[in-house]
Every structure is written in C-alpha cells, then in structure tokens.
C-alpha cells in the first residue's frame, strides 16, 4: 500500500511541474500578444488626435474602442509648459485623479515625450475596475514635434478571465490525472469509481452549482455581500401577497385533488364493477397531457367569450379567470398524482382486517371510518403534500388563467423577463422553493415512513367489498361525472380545431389545421428532436444511479441520492432562472443552445427515473449480480447483460416518460428557449395570449396524439404483470 502512494504522489509530482510549465508557457504566450495588441492600439489613438475638437474625437473614440477609456494631455506640465487635461467623461477624470499620484506616472510621462509608448507591465485596479494603461505620445504631423500624451486605460477583465481558464484548465487536468491514479490503484472496481465519479460531477455541475450561483446573485451585490435584495422581496407587500396566493391556491387545489384522487382510487382498487380499466385511463389522461390542454379548455367553454358562459347560459359576468379557474384546472390535471399514489395504498392494505371487523358486526360506515381510512392515512398525507408542492411550483396554468390572481412562479418569470430584475427573480425563484421543499422533505422523510404494517404472513389474494350498494351506486356515479367532464374538457380542444373563430364565428374549417401546422413545423422539429436525444441519455444514467444507490456503497452516498432527487421539489422556474445564471458566461457558456435544453430535461426528470429503478431493484435479488461476479464480470457486464434486462418495465417507464414530459415543458423552457431552439408549448401559449384558440387547439391536440402515442406503445412493450393481484369480491 506504502508503495502504491509513493508511486501516486511521485507520478503526479513529476505530471504537475510539467502540466505548470506547459501552461506557464501559454499564460506568457498569451500575454505577450495581448500586451503588443494593446500598445498597437494605443498608438493607434494616438495618431490620431486632432488639433481641434477634441471633445468629438474623445466621442469617437468610446464608439470605436468600446473597452478603452483615453485622457489627452496636451502639454507637458512638469517640463514648465502649460497641460490640459480632456477627459471621455467623469469616470474616466476619476481614474485619471487617482493614477496621476502614482510613482509610475512620471515615468511614463517621461516615456512619452521620448517618443516611446509605455505599458505599465502590472494590472491597476480602480474601484472595481481593473486596467491596463498605456501612455503613448502625440505627435505634430506637420512639425514632428511631440504635443502631449494619451494615457489609455484598457479594460483587463479579459485578460483576467482568461488567465484563470488557462490554471482552472490546468488543475482540472491534474485533478483528472489524479482521480485516474487514485481510481486504478485503490479500487478493486476501477469502472465503478469512475462511474460514481462522473455522476457526482453531473449532479454538481447541473443541480448544485446553478442553485448555488441563483443564490449568490440574491445576496452579493457590486461584489460585496449585502441582503438588500432579500429585504426589499420580504418587505414588499406584492411580493409577500403573491406568495400566499401560491400557498392559498396549493391548499384548495391539494385537498381537492386528494379528494377525488381518493374517489378514483378506492372505486377502482376496492370496488367491483365493469369498465374500471376506462376509469382508470381517465384517472390518468390528465398528467401526460400537455401543460396547456385543460387551462385551453375551460377558457374556450367558461371565458368570457365561453361556448357554455356566452352561447348557452348568456352570462356576461362570469369571470372564470382567477382563483376559482385555477383550483378547478389544477385540480383536473393534478387528482391523478394523487389517484397513482392512493391506489398502491389502497391495494396493499390487507382486507383480511376490514373482513374480521365486518366479522365481529362493525358497520361497513365503522370499517372503513376505523380500519380502511386510518391505514390510508399514510398515502393520503402523501399524496396531498406531492400535490401541493406540484400546485404552488405550477406555471403554466397561472400564466394563462391567473388574470388578476398574483402566484409567486408568474411573478418570478415576470421580474426577469419583463423588468429584466434577474436578482430579484432569482430571490422570489428561492421563495418559491421554501414550501415545495418544505412538503417535499414531509413527504420523503416523514410520511412515508408513517406506515402501518398489515402483512405479517402470506398477503390475501382478495379485497372484500366494504360498501353498500347506495354508497357504490353514489361512488360510481361520482368518477363518471368527473370523468365526463374530462372527456368534455378534451372534445372542446379537438372541436377548437375546426371553429372559425370560438366565441364568435363557429363556423367549421380546416384552415387552422393547416395554418397551425406550418408555422409550427420549426418548433415541432426543435421540440421532437431535442426530446428524443434527451430520453435515452436520461433513462440510462437514471438506471446507473439506481444500480449505484441500491448495490453500492460508498462514501456521500446519502448526499448524491438527496442531490439527484432535488430536481423533483425544485419548482421549474427556479430551474430555468438559476440555468441563466450560470451558464451565460466561460466555460459553460451553454445559454441560447440546444444543449442547455436537453441538459434540462435530463436533469428535470432525472428524480422519476431514478425513484423507478430504485424501486425495480429492491425487489430483484442481489444473488443474481453477485453469482455473475463471482464468475468474473464486472460490474460494466453485470449492468449491461443483468441488471439492465430485468429492469426493462422501469427503464422503458423511465424513457417514455422523460419524452413525454420534455414535449410538454413549460416552465423552465420558457427561460431557456432561442431564436435558433424553439418549443411547441411555448407557440401554445403564444396563440393563446393572442387569443389564436383554434391555432392554440391543434398544436395542443396535436401534442395530446404523440403522447398517447408514446404511452400506448409503452403499454404494449410492459404489460403489467397479474402476479399478485388482488380480486374484489362482494359480501
């Protein structure tokens, strides 16, 4: 082991004098180019001080050489002739004041009237600015004779910039030289120290440093710590009211949700009738329908110029913008979180209890008020706190039905692209954050492990009916209303499409089919093709990280699984926000490309995916990878012939629901978007906001046919296994 460290420390002793040599060298290659372009310039200005007028050449001069400020001395006062000073503007008098009592002033003074150009070899800082200077002579053309002195203050930042590129380049080499030693010589699975590596690097790279700069830009400022920001967002009643708007609308809007997610959910899971698989599609349609869909809906049947509002009741005041269209949009496109995560509670509760109760002559009404619903409880809280944090981090319904109604998340987006107040979006961005994260953190760390244990033996293979025929009448007739009004809700979308002019001129047409089509033929390109490079680069590095967090330990391996799953309780505006922040300058200048988008929708559904292999993992026994190993595979081979096959059903979930979600982003994409990358559900809202609905309604309806699509042929590649499930019977 003493052998192997010596050998480590000597190899990258010897690699990092010679990696400091090579880049010292480019360090002063760089600079002595840079240097000899400046003085080039400097003489440059020089030659072409006017002998009138000088105010319009300093003028000309800022438009020319946008980097440079110039001081024109003309004169040569400490040689007893009299010297004026011109100046670009008060600025640059101020500089000037303050490098004319330093020792190198006379001696480029000096320089000067000697014909020569002199560069001062240090950087001078000025306030907060850092120059270089030159002072270069003035000569006469007609006489030759030297008239005054320019002194040029050229902007250094560059050069700075790009001396720390050069040595963080470097030390990333020797850091990499490093991790390569310390990798091949102290672990036994070279492959998956680089793996765990390389996803440490992603996550701190794409999560943590975007967060981490969104809150640097809320408490520095002029490059001094300070919270004046953070003061003015707590102390300004709009900002203050837009939060609690966002809390308001994420209560009504979670326990509504609950609600009828609980509705669906116990029908389906402990009820029996026909046509459940209908419901359950119903129960479900919701959450891979592009963001827009329902929002579209309501407007075109309760809005002012509404089908059901105006053409069929002739009301004139009823305005569905606000809280009230909110909670009931929100609450359609979210119960089915909700349904999801109360069906596998539902299900797996033994019925063998609520079958004892009924035994010793319990109501049915007493069953389910002290057996079913205290044994839900765990689901139930859990699922209203994922609604929630999912209602008050929605944007996209807001920014169409909010109207007068102020959420946090459209006044975030407002701050930073129609007042373009990037600090202060950035802070409303972090308060946002607070309670997604606050009902995230309950829902992971708390609730879930609030559970009851009802299987002690082997599971019942059945679920006794606990409610009477009245009650499953009612319940029935309940999801078949709910489900109606969804089926309304995206007829109204399709009909959108072949109206003239909805609210006005129903007459039918095709004309928005084709006129939808051909102006989003570039977006629905740029959409579908950065979906699909994303999909697979997330479903795969999602079923790494499971296999790493579910098999492997290693040090940090608490942290990387909170930092991998983060992405899930950071509202997307925050994404987008924190994603300009960082990667707007050297080295990620990554801001206006497709690659930042992808990037995006790799690291937004990442969580999913994750969550889904992990789960898919813990019910496959280790035996099976560790007999391979055994037999001499490493892990590359155990992953890709193994683990990889018996985890197909996640993986494919994992891709299509990646695909699914990128062509319906929001959120975030709407920070992220370029004249060269553009976004279908960004031309959705367009049309919308111009009031284009039958425009709006093909591309929506258009997104809504590639996603089932997609989701049927999910289906038909993992059908849902029959082992295990449970028959209701009546009683």
């Not at 929002?295 to 305005?319: A, V, Y």
């Not at 139930?380 to 609604?387: D, F, G, Q, R, T």
């Not at 993992?617 to 190993?629: F, G, M, N, R, T």
């Not at 849902?720 to 499930?725: C, F, V």
């Amino acid at each position: 082991m003493k052998a192997k460290f010596f050998k480590v420390f000597i190899t990258i002793g010897l690699l990092s004098v010679l990696i400091f040599w090579i880049f010292s060298s480019i360090e002063n290659e760089f600079e002595a180019s840079t240097k000899k372009r400046i003085v080039e310039i400097s003489d440059l200005i020089s030659t072409s001080v006017p002998e009138n007028n000088i105010d319009m050449w300093l003028e000309e001069m800022e438009r020319k050489f946008p980097n440079v400020q110039v001081t024109y001395i003309k004169g040569f006062e400490a040689y007893g002739q009299d010297s004026e000073y011109f100046y670009q503007n008060t600025k640059n008098a101020e500089y000037f004041s303050k490098i004319k009592k330093m020792d190198f002033y006379s001696y480029g003074i000096e320089n000067a009237l000697y014909n020569e150009t002199y560069l001062h070899e240090n950087i001078i800082k000025l306030n907060d600015n850092q120059f270089l200077l030159t002072f270069a002579p003035v000569v006469a053309e007609e006489y030759g004779v030297i008239n005054g002195t320019v002194v040029v203050f050229h902007d250094a930042s560059n050069i700075i910039e790009t001396s720390r590129l050069i040595w963080g380049f470097a030390l990333l080499i020797i850091a990499v030289i490093l991790t390569v030693l310390l990798v091949t010589n102290f672990m036994r699975d070279p492959v998956l120290g680089f793996t765990i590596i390389i996803v440490f690097i992603i996550v701190g790279t794409f999560i943590v440093y975007p967060l981490f700069q969104a809150f640097k830009l809320t408490i520095i400022e002029n490059g001094e710590f300070s919270l004046e920001i953070w003061k003015k967002i707590l102390t300004t009643r709009n900002y203050l009211d837009s939060l609690w708007g966002s809390i308001k609308l994420g209560i009504l809007t979670a326990s509504s949700s609950t609600l009828i997610g609980f509705l669906f959910a116990f029908s389906i899971t402990r009820m029996k009738f026909r046509g459940k698989k209908f419901f359950s599609t119903m129960a479900t349609l919701p959450i891979i329908s592009p963001p827009f869909a329902l929002t579209l809906s309501i407007i075109l049947l309760f809005g002012n110029n509404g089908f059901i509002t105006r053409q069929l009741l002739g009301l004139k005041d009823i305005n569905i913008y606000g809280l009230d269209g909110l909670v009931i949009v929100q609450t359609m496109s979210m119960f089915p979180l909700a349904f999801l995560v109360l069906s596998g509670v539902l299900e797996a509760i033994d019925s063998t209890l609520e079958e004892a109760s009924m035994n010793l002559n319990a109501s049915r009404w007493k069953v389910f008020k002290t057996v079913t619903l205290p044994l839900s409880f765990p689901g139930i809280a859990s699922a209203w706190l994922l609604v929630f944090s999912n209602s008050v981090a929605d944007f996209a319904n807001p920014l169409l039905l909010a109207g007068k109604y102020r959420v946090l998340s459209v006044e975030a987006y407002l701050e930073v692209t129609g007042l373009h107040r990037l600090q202060n979006g950035a802070a409303l961005s972090i308060l946002l954050l607070m309670p997604t994260l606050m009902a995230f953190i309950i829902q992971k760390y708390w609730v879930n492990r609030k559970t009851y244990v009802t299987v002690t033996g082997k599971p019942s293979a059945r679920i006794v009916e606990i409610v009477s025929k009245p009650m499953k009448i009612l319940l029935i007739s309940l999801i078949t209303i709910i489900s109606a009004f969804l089926i309304g809700l995206y007829s109204t979308i399709v009909a959108g499409c072949f109206v003239e002019n909805w609210g006005i001129d129903y007459s039918f047409t095709l004309r928005n089919i084709t006129e939808a089509l051909s102006r989003a033929r570039d977006a629905l390109v740029d959409t579908t093709t950065l979906a699909s490079v994303a999909t697979p680069i997330a479903g795969i590095l999602a079923m790494i990280i499971a296999m790493i967090i579910v098999r492997k330990k290693f040090p940090g391996k608490k942290l990387l699984q909170a930092s991998v799953l983060m992405p899930f309780a950071i509202p997307g505006t925050m994404v987008g926000i924190s994603y300009i922040i960082a990667f707007n300058k050297a080295p990620l200048l990554l801001v206006g490309t497709g690659a930042i988008i992808v990037i995006n929708y790799i690291i937004r559904e990442l969580p999913v995916g994750v969550e889904s292999g992990v789960a898919t993992l813990k019910q496959i026994d280790p035996a099976i990878e560790e007999a391979a190993q055994s037999l001499g595979a490493d892990s590359q081979t155990v992953f890709t012939t193994i683990v990889l096959p018996l985890i197909r059903p996640a993986f494919i979930s994992s891709l299509s629901y990646t695909f699914v979600r990128s062509m319906t982003a929001v959120s975030a994409i709407i920070f992220l978007i370029s004249a060269k990358w553009y976004h279908i559900t960004i031309l959705i809202y367009n049309f919308s906001e111009n009031l284009r609905f039958g425009l709006a309604s093909v591309l929506a309806t258009t997104l809504i046919i590639i996603v089932l699509a997609v989701f049927g042929l999910m289906r038909l590649l993992v059908r849902k296994s029959t082992y295990m499930e449970k028959a209701v019977i009546s009683r």
